[in-house]
Nanobody, 124 residues
Framework: QVQLVESGGGLVQTGDSLRLSCTAS????????LGWFRQAPGQEREFLAA????????YYADSVKGRFTISRDNTKNTVYLQMNSLKPEDTAVYYC?????????????????WGQGTQVTVSS
């Protein structure tokens, strides 16, 4: 079992920044890749970014490349998502998830453990 707990969401204004955290516990193997997704009401879950637990490989959706940055601190079993220049369309519930896949990490069906999500609301 792997437990993932997100934090750092909140209400911000357009142009603000937020840093989300995802702390993993349980059977966290070095082969894990952790990803961030978001889901707005009435929309499908959208891949944002992913990072391998070792080696530091990163993956980004084109929609957030240049604005969002994923990073990790292995000493804390924590992955971060730094979000800059936030827009109202970034409003969603943000989820952290784990996959053992090394390819096609953009697919939500490749992830087997998910956190409970954290709400991000960007006001105009």
């Amino acid at each position: 079992q792997v437990q993932l707990v997100e934090s750092g969401g909140g209400l911000v204004q357009t142009g603000d920044s937020l840093r989300l955290s995802c702390t993993a516990s349980g059977r966290t193997f070095s082969s894990n890749t952790l990803g961030w997704f978001r889901q707005a009401p009435g929309q499908e879950r959208e891949f944002l970014a992913a990072i391998s637990w070792t080696g530091g490989r990163t993956y980004y959706a084109d929609s957030v490349k240049g604005r969002f940055t994923i990073s990790r601190d292995n000493t804390k079993n924590t992955v971060y998502l730094q979000m800059n220049s936030l827009k109202p369309e970034d409003t969603a519930v943000y989820y952290c998830a784990r996959t053992l896949a090394v390819q096609a990490v953009e697919g939500a069906n490749r992830y087997d453990y998910w956190g409970q999500g954290t709400q991000v609301t960007v006001s105009s």
